[in-house]
């Protein structure tokens, strides 16, 4: 199997407050654990790539001092919302690229997380 | 990075076969595609992906044109619990790191 967590399922907190989310792949070792963020109606947005051991990449637009990613062990991400503000309010969703075939050049496949929603009030 | 096309969305009736197509002309030759759908609410769910050669597994099958520049996914017998959202995703590479970039994909209805 390929499965992969997220804690909290849900969580409210207050404007200015941060929110800590937990990724975690139970069954398989993940070096590369990637977060999105999706808003009603929308498509996932890819934010970051969490390598293990080493700082995360984000994507263009993503600030990575309100949004902190730590990868520190090969079965657990975590995203961090600095000072939330309303606006911050989405579906937070990671996934975990598991091995498939190890061979160069063939990808490994990404699964992904249940997500978390995060309201900021 | 090689973009998808798909249509909005899609109907199909219960225990018939669901084709969702997806167009990716600008695919380069080492690119895979990867198909994911997501039910409301959840996190997106691995589907099937494959490079040249059509691929089958125990939840679809997918078929890739020849010159690479389309594909199909087919559920084979789509139940209710198939209605999701399907993305159709070209696999882009950068530095030896794999992105999923998701597009707006297919709202596939499956009714009784």
């Known amino acids: 199997g390929a499965v992969v967590s997220q804690h909290p399922s849900r969580v409210i907190c207050k404007s200015g407050t941060s929110v800590k989310i937990e990724c975690r792949s139970l069954?398989?070792?993940?070096?590369?654990m990637f977060w999105y963020r999706q808003f009603p109606k929308q498509s996932l947005m890819l934010m970051a790539t969490?390598?293990?051991?080493?700082?995360?990449?984000?994507e263009q637009g993503v600030e990575k001092d309100k949004f902190l990613i730590n990868h520190a062990s090969l079965t657990l991400s975590t995203l961090t919302v600095t000072s939330a503000h309303p606006e911050d309010s989405s579906f937070y969703i990671c996934?975990?690229?598991?091995?498939?075939?190890?061979?160069?050049?063939?990808?490994?496949?990404?699964?992904f997380g249940p997500g978390t929603r995060l309201t900021v009030l | 990075d090689a973009k998808t096309t798909q249509p909005p969305s899609m109907d199909c009736a219960e225990g018939r076969a669901a084709n969702l197509p997806c167009n990716h002309s600008t695919i380069s030759g080492n690119e895979y595609v990867y198909w994911y759908r997501q039910i409301h609410s959840q996190g997106p769910q691995y589907i099937i992906h494959g490079l040249k050669n059509n691929e089958t597994n125990e939840m679809a099958s997918l078929i890739i044109t020849e010159d690479r520049k389309s594909s199909t996914l087919i559920l084979p017998h789509a139940t209710l619990r198939d209605t999701a959202v399907y993305y159709c995703i070209v696999l882009h590479r950068p530095y030896n790191t794999d992105k999923l970039i998701f597009g707006t994909g297919t709202r596939l209805q499956v009714f009784p």
């Open positions: 996934s975990a690229q598991k091995q498939t075939t190890g061979l160069a050049g063939v990808p490994d496949t990404q699964y």
């Open positions: 069954d398989f070792q993940a070096t590369t």
């Open positions: 969490s390598n293990e051991g080493s700082k995360a990449t984000y």
